[in-house]
């Protein structure tokens, strides 16, 4: 498609499950972001990936939080033992990755994530 | 470490009447700076960026935001507010260096009055 993609838009699940949320970046970019956007905030940064590897994942807030991008291009952000805290939108960004921290991130529309 | 303040929470202007929101940033050297939109239901799309060179800087939609490196600012501008312009905006700063994540402020959302 011409622009990142995210799946599923909603997610509702109870605390303690596990969840998957996916990212299908635009094709060709190599860099690919994971943010997220609390109610009333702008998004934070979870964790960045340069093609199959995690460059950056400093922003993951604790161990239950893990990311994938096994071919370098779909990328899954993993849940384990979901909390209400966090319930937020997950965002998406691929960047073409030839131009350091100054390039244009292209975001998708998220995935709404309810913990009950 | 890089942030961003973005002071007013809730803007609202008439349709017609000039905008500007006001961004100031934290970083220790010039840093990239944008500036997103974000519509409801939508993903965050770029209105400009900031490089180097000239310091008022021309965007999509009709808007600019110019920089000022003795206040630290980013501030966006339009002139003429159409009613399409509700949404909330999102300033952010990237560093020349190193991280390539963006650190964003907490954003200000326009109301637009017919």
């Known amino acids: 498609g011409a622009g990142v993609s995210q799946t599923p838009s909603n997610k509702v699940t109870e605390k303690g499950k596990y969840v998957e949320l996916r990212c299908d970046p635009i094709?060709?970019?190599?860099?690919l972001y994971w943010y997220r956007q609390s109610l009333g905030q702008g998004p934070e940064f979870l964790i960045y990936?340069?093609?199959?590897?995690?460059?950056?994942d400093s922003g993951l807030p604790n161990d239950r939080f893990f990311a994938v991008r096994p071919e370098g291009s779909v990328s899954t952000l993993k849940i384990q033992r979901t909390e209400r805290g966090d319930s937020a939108v997950y965002l998406c960004a691929s960047s073409s990755g030839g131009q350091g921290g100054g390039e244009t991130q292209y975001f998708g529309p998220g995935t709404r994530l309810l913990v009950l | 470490a890089q942030s961003v303040t973005q002071p007013d929470i809730h803007i609202t202007v008439s349709e017609g009447a000039s905008l500007e929101l006001r961004c100031n940033y934290s970083?220790?050297?010039?840093?990239?700076l944008f500036w997103y939109v974000q519509s409801p239901g939508q993903g965050l799309q770029l209105l400009l960026k900031y490089f180097s060179g000239d310091t008022l800087v021309q965007g999509i939609k009709g808007f600019e935001a110019e920089f000022k490196r003795s206040q630290s600012s980013f501030n966006l501008r339009k002139p003429s507010v159409h009613w399409s312009d509700a949404a909330e905006y999102f300033c952010a700063v990237g560093a020349v260096t190193g991280r390539r994540a963006l650190t964003f402020g907490s954003g200000t959302r326009l109301q637009v009055q017919p």
């Open positions: 970083y220790g050297a010039t840093p990239y």
């Open positions: 990936f340069q093609g199959t590897g995690a460059a950056d």
């Open positions: 094709s060709g970019h190599t860099a």
